[in-house]
């Protein structure tokens, strides 16, 4: 494992990093890769590639996995309101605010259940899966209310779908 670190650290971290963007969680994911290849080296084959690959590949996995975990996604969505005050604060930047457009007007002659679905979809930025657990609402009224909504929606606005 030390000749494995020491010689590969470094690029299964530049490559970690690239994916993450944050040293932190970037350092966490490049330990739990090292804890994985010890508990999985027995799995690697010669024989398919190169030991370099096998590692970069059990790297790249683990940071898509971390990306893809809950706490990176809370973080993105705090993020991304962080980004829009000091956005809103810098007076360079003009925020168009949703209710100035009109969004919300027109939101609300939707149903109660279609309007909590779009507003947490859109508004807020959850996905679809995260709403769904978070709100124990089943994924698949999820997406019924949703494809309702858009289609009262495109009724309201007149657009037409070909």
């Avoid at 100035?100 to 149903?111: E, R």
Wanted: proline fraction near 1%.
């Amino acid at each position: 494992m030390e000749y494995l670190y020491d010689h590969y650290s470094a690029a299964l971290y530049g490559a970690i990093f690239r994916i993450i963007q944050k040293d932190a969680v970037a350092e966490e994911v490049l330990q739990d890769v090292f804890l994985k290849v010890w508990d999985k080296f027995e799995h690697y084959d010669a024989s398919k590639g190169k030991l370099f690959t096998w590692l970069l590949n059990v790297a790249r996995n683990q940071a898509i996995d971390k990306t893809r975990s809950r706490e990176i996604s809370n973080d993105r969505k705090t993020s991304d309101i962080q980004n829009v005050v000091s956005r809103i604060d810098n007076e360079d930047y003009i925020e168009q605010r949703v209710d100035g457009i009109g969004v919300k007007d027109i939101l609300k002659d939707l149903p109660k259940e279609q309007h909590f679905i779009v507003e947490y979809l859109y508004l807020k930025g959850y996905t679809q899966s995260e709403l769904a657990e978070e709100f124990n609402i089943p994924l698949g009224t999820v997406k019924t209310r949703l494809r309702l909504a858009m289609q009262q929606l495109r009724t309201t606005l007149g657009v037409t779908t070909t």
